[in-house]
């Protein structure tokens, strides 16, 4: 009898370890995917092109277009407004940022000659960008040239969009960095509150 009993008690602590350690990859899983898995760009289409092709301006025509997308919640696009704020800008380009978000955008970027608009994420869902912080290229034409991030990994050192912008002016070779950051439209933020936080 007490060996049965000393047998259900591994038992139910084998069960109780297997269960503990289930859970714990899983929340391990979620925790990891938030930080390192890339949100959607949008699809690099001439719908795409067509509606960012709206925001220019008309002293803006025939110049190459870069969109810059930041959400005021999200410290990935605080990164990018920093580097926008303390970069030498290229030569040629309209650059405008789509800024998302309740908090207003710091003065230094209209001071630092960016077009900034504040829109609503509905506005931004209407051109099909779910996500900041996001960089797209048009060129004259208004074709995309670059649509992604601009980093190779989250809060990665390197902010690319100089070297993004100089190989879509060129050849338009450059293979689209992830974006990530933060979900900024409703169906993706829904989707990202499934996964478990701290």
Known sequence: MAS???????????????????????????????????????ANTPLLGASLASLRAPRDGGQWMAVHVLYAE?????????????????AGWSEIVLWIGATPPEDTLAQRGFDVRRITREVLSSYGIEAAPLLVALDPTDHV?????????????????????????????????????CAVSDRLQQGLAALPTL
Do not use: M, N
């Open 4 to 42: 049965t009993r000393s047998l259900i008690t591994q038992r139910l602590g084998a069960i109780a370890v297997g269960a503990w350690f289930a859970g714990s990859l899983l929340v391990g899983a979620g925790l990891l995917a938030r930080h390192v898995v890339a949100l959607p760009a949008p």
């Open 74 to 90: 999200c410290r990935c696009s605080q990164r990018i407004v920093e580097h926008l704020a303390r970069t030498e800008r290229p």
């Open 145 to 181: 040239r670059y649509s992604g991030g601009y980093t190779d990994r989250k809060q990665g050192p390197v902010i690319d969009d100089l070297r993004l912008l100089a190989e879509a002016r060129g050849d338009g070779s450059s293979a689209p960095l992830p974006v990530f950051g």
